[in-house]
């Protein structure tokens, strides 16, 4: 089984940026022990603040990969672009948030991307990707 994980803007500054919101531990960290943790599983890992490179992401991954985890930042609140390229592909896309956006700014509670996604988890921190990675994995046995 191969996964994706895609992170948009500013998720590169994670341990660094509001570690009150988005705790402390950076995301290099988090996905080596999810990958340890899930030795069975092929997880590919890419970053970028650019909406563009997120978009050919999603196009390259969505006819390669079993599933893609998907937290597009700021993204999702803005993106057409986004959902359409979502949209176009075979693969599953869960939508990840670390935090709960329904508990922050009223800007942050609606999403262009989770009516095209499989689910959305947010809330629980980066083990929010965790859960997203079961549920994928669990649909591809089921």
């Known amino acids: 089984m191969k996964i994706q994980i895609i992170?948009?803007?500013?998720?590169?500054?994670?341990?660094?940026?509001?570690?009150?919101?988005?705790?402390?531990?950076?995301?290099?960290?988090?996905?080596?022990?999810?990958?340890?943790?899930?030795?069975?599983?092929?997880?590919?890992?890419f970053q970028s603040n650019v909406e563009g490179e997120i978009i050919n992401?999603?196009?390259?991954?969505?006819?390669?990969?079993?599933?893609?985890?998907?937290?597009?930042?700021?993204?999702?609140?803005?993106?057409?672009?986004?959902?359409?390229?979502?949209?176009?592909?075979?693969?599953p896309v869960v939508e990840v948030h670390i935090s709960n956006v329904h508990a922050r700014e009223e800007f942050r509670h609606h999403s262009m991307i989770s009516a095209v996604c499989l689910g959305v988890i947010a809330g629980f921190g980066m083990d929010s990707y965790r859960l997203a990675l079961s549920a994928l994995v669990k649909l591809e046995f089921s």
């Not at 992401?57 to 993106?79: P, R």
Request: aromatic share 8%.
């Open 57 to 91: 992401k999603i196009q390259e991954a969505g006819f390669e990969s079993d599933g893609i985890i998907l937290n597009a930042g700021g993204y999702t609140h803005t993106s057409v672009a986004i959902r359409d390229a979502i949209k176009a592909i075979p693969a």
């Open 7 to 45: 992170n948009g803007p500013n998720l590169n500054l994670l341990g660094v940026r509001e570690p009150e919101v988005y705790g402390g531990r950076t995301f290099g960290d988090y996905l080596d022990q999810l990958r340890s943790d899930h030795a069975g599983i092929e997880i590919d890992y």
